[in-house]
């Protein structure tokens, strides 16, 4: 008897690559997930800093999908590798920042390297024809596994009868009639077949697990670009986009406030890197100043830290200062009044 | 058999995870391997990445603001 076949699958921790990988692992494929990390990945990183989210479990989803079916997880660090993706995108940006169409061909390349080194003999997604503007159409499809190397090892288990035959099909590795012919954006026939499948817990059943989606924090990446030393970015720089309030009062500056005790924790691993303030005598959050802040910048940035301090009110609020590689002192400031601080501070 | 031991604090998910399976490959069947993670979904992500790889968690701590995960590795499975 051959030894089962073995695909690789990607698992987002969604639903739909959930759902891929027991329709193959069904077929008595021996299946093995792999997730990458790209730096931009919504998946956990807010939940895990911010207090308020306490109620929403505290886990990576991808694992837990993995858990749940049974198979191993790889997650691969491709931060350094995926700039170019993000930076320039061959085939351009969707709404906002998002290279949907080059990060897909990226993943499933990377995938596809992964399965060579590997000894696998296929790939697996859970794409849906017609699902995403970018990245999941009937035109893109082949570009995704024409540009990853994929080719015809690329099996999408959900929408596959609505395909041309793959070579995991055409071989008889996988059954092509017990492969589904899902299309659109209805998520009706993926919750049904959850159902089927007896899973009843899954996270995010849209997907949507990328920060090049959200406006907001597209805005700050932006602003990074354009204030910065031109167009590219490191790990810390995008980590730190999602933590916090961003003002930024004067072009040569901009400020990090926490917004809750979570967040202040987090801003405290970097607080060594930075300008950085706090109350001396109030509550109030740690702030970091990014960028070049002389003696006035920093009485204006001590002025807007202590409005979002208990001392908001006050005529007067005491602020620790502690200067990058240099000395520590505190000033007294009057709050700004929310007023006074003009919208178009907010990033 | 030896301890070793990974600061994987100021890491946020998944970044702890992939520290650990870093460390893992290098180390010997029956090591046991220390992790200090800041990070509060490290207590939840370390122990499923072990499940699946079969590796077996011996102890977990929050102690302050950090978890502290031991783990034992099971070189045949990971």
Known sequence: MNPPRKAVALISGGLDSMLAAQLILEQGVHVEGINFFTGFCVEGHTHAIRKHDGAKPKRNNALWVA?????????????????????????????????????????????????????????????????????????????????????ERLLRPLCAQLLPPTLP???????????????????????????????????????????????????????????????????????????????????????????????????????????????????GSLALIDGHAGADDIHLAARLTARFSQGRDLASVRMSVTEKDGPAYDVDVTPFTSEEIPQEWYL | MSEHTLDARNLLCPLPVIRVQSKAQTLADGDTLKVICTDPGALSDIPAWCRINGHSVLDTQNIDKEVIITIKIAKDSA
């Not at chain 1, 491709?78 to 990060?103: F, I, Q, R, S, T």
């Not at chain 1, 949507?208 to 354009?226: A, E, I, M, S, V």
């Not at chain 1, 801003?267 to 001396?280: D, I, M, N, S, V």
């Open chain 1, 67 to 151: 858990e749940q079916l049974g198979i191993k997880l790889h997650i691969i660090d491709v931060v350094e590798e995926y700039k170019d993706v993000v930076l320039n995108p061959k085939h351009g940006y969707g709404a906002h920042l998002n290279p949907c169409l080059d990060c897909k061909g990226f993943m499933v390349g990377q995938a596809r390297r992964w399965m060579e080194e590997h000894g696998f003999d296929f790939i697996i997604t859970g794409e849906v024809l017609g699902q995403r503007p970018m990245s999941q159409r009937r035109d893109t499809f082949p570009v995704i596994a024409r540009e990853s190397g994929a080719g």
């Open chain 1, 169 to 283: 099909e055409r071989e008889g590795w996988v059954d092509r009639e017990r492969l589904l012919k899902f299309s659109g954006r209805s998520r009706k026939p993926q919750i049904a077949l959850a159902e089927q499948f007896n899973i009843s817990e899954y996270a995010q059943p849209a997907g949507g697990c990328c920060f090049l989606t959200d406006p907001n924090y597209t805005r700050k990446l932006q602003d990074l670009w354009q204030t910065g030393a031109g167009k590219h970015y490191e790990l810390d720089d995008i980590m730190l986009l999602k933590v916090g309030r961003h003002l930024r009062p004067r072009p040569h500056f901009k400020l990090i406030i926490g917004r809750e005790e979570g967040e202040n924790n987090y801003l405290e691993g970097y607080r060594r890197q930075f300008t950085h303030l706090r109350p001396a005598e109030h509550n």
